[in-house]
């Protein structure tokens, strides 16, 4: 499924916290950047910026995990 600029802009504000998926931290969303049509940047405000593709609002990560336990308590992996 691919989400508008604005689907896409609104998925990062309407949270306070997002998960950056290369190391599974934890940071705050102080705003989001937008570059040219189709890129988007989260600003944690600590200086650090992440596109938006690689991370998940911590809401997201969380039904993340609780799918994927599920499924390993359902196939006994």
Known sequence: MKLSMDARVNRIISSDKIVYLEDMTVHSVNSVETVGEDLLFVNTGSGLLF???DVMTLDEACDAE???NFLKKQYKI
Do not use: H
Request: zero cysteines.
């Open 51 to 53: 596109q938006d593709t």
């Open 66 to 68: 609780r799918n994927i």
